[in-house]
């Protein structure tokens, strides 16, 4: 009962501060689940891939309904990037639990580094769009199989990667962008989420705490996203995946 | 894909609940089987509206998409 209660309030926390720094909260649950309720790496994957389809559908629901995913390009990207999330759920699951725990060491380090670039960098103006050239096309694709793979091995949305190719390479508005790659991951989720399913990986409980505790998270640091200063909080979220993957690599290296 | 993910978490729970009093996990499996298939069911509908507008291109990758997806539940499922 305790530990659905944690893991409850820290769903809770993680859908809060990830609405404010605007990114999925994967890259927080994992972590989370492993190094403060001692759960295994692997049923922390799984599990955090299926809370990812839950919150990124009532996402994805809403741009859908407002027209802001631009379907031509997650169609273009997503057999890419489902492929790739299949292909990481396989590679994990061969993998020592230490492995992963080290990878996931290294990715939570790129992307806290990611969100402390993105806290200390000064607005800047919108590019104009690039013109698609077939260069780009492969270029995108080739970066959404990473993205899916980084996704089925680790268990995070993938929008880190998303985003900045459908912005950089392909051309697509931020908001626009945002809304396709939430689209997106619930799709790469569910690829990487069916493999870890069949495999019996998933914690159902788990599951069902997290998804209770972060989609009234989400909401409330959407509402109080204008008050608190999204720099300060990319700030102390950055730190934060800092201090988890510095524990991740300690303990996977000792 | 809200409700499909909202179904799937209900029957998730009256799932956890039937194994916990009859030790039978089947609607368990099925709740998070709802959960994934959600995103997959609505690509489905994408590719439809995108047959009936005759969008070849996009019909094609979508079917893509699907069939990636539904080849990755049969290999997870035989090996």
Redesign the interface.
């Given at each position: 009962m305790l530990y659905l209660l944690a893991l409850f309030a820290g769903a809770l926390g993680i859908g809060f501060v990830s609405a404010i720094a605007g990114i999925g909260g994967g890259s927080l649950m994992v972590p989370f689940m492993v190094l403060a309720l001692g759960f295994d790496v692997k049923v922390a994957v799984a599990t955090s891939l299926l809370c990812i389809v839950v919150t990124s559908c009532s996402a994805a629901s809403v741009y859908l309904r407002r027209g802001l995913i631009d379907v031509k390009s997650a169609l273009l990207l997503e057999p890419a990037t489902a492929l790739g999330a299949i292909a990481g759920a396989f590679i994990t699951l061969t993998l020592p639990a230490e492995a992963v725990k080290c990878a996931l060491g290294f990715i939570l380090l790129y992307v806290s580094g990611m969100m402390l670039k993105k806290a200390l960098a000064r607005a800047r103006s919108q590019e104009s769009a690039p013109k698609l050239l077939p260069a780009r096309k492969l270029l995108s694709v080739a970066a959404s199989f990473l993205a899916g793979l980084i996704s089925g091995m680790f268990g995070v949305g993938g929008g880190v990667i998303k985003v900045p190719v459908l912005t950089m390479i392909l051309g697509l508005p931020i908001k626009v962008a945002v809304a396709t790659s939430s689209f997106m991951v619930g799709l790469t989720a569910a690829s990487g989420g069916v493999v870890y399913l069949a495999k019996g990986f998933t914690d159902p409980v788990a599951v069902l705490a997290l998804a209770a505790g972060i989609m009234p998270g989400a909401t409330l640091g959407a509402k109080y996203m204008r008050k608190l200063n999204p720099r300060v909080v990319r700030l102390v979220f950055s730190l934060i995946l800092l201090y988890a993957a510095a524990r991740l690599l300690y303990s996977a290296l000792t | 894909?809200?409700y499909?993910?909202i179904a799937?978490?209900i029957i998730?729970?009256a799932?956890?609940v039937i194994k916990y009093v009859l030790g039978d996990s089947t609607l368990?499996?099925v709740?998070?089987?709802a959960?994934?298939?959600?995103?997959?069911a609505?690509?489905a509908a994408?590719s439809a509206d995108l047959a009936s507008s005759r969008d070849k291109h996009?019909l094609a990758?979508?079917l893509?998409?699907i069939a990636?997806?539904l080849a990755?539940?049969v290999?997870?499922?035989s090996r």
């Open positions: - | 894909m809200r499909g993910v799937g978490l998730t729970l799932g956890i368990v499996t709740g998070l089987l959960i994934v298939v959600t995103p997959i609505s690509l994408i996009g990758l979508s893509l998409a990636i997806i990755s539940i290999l997870s499922l």
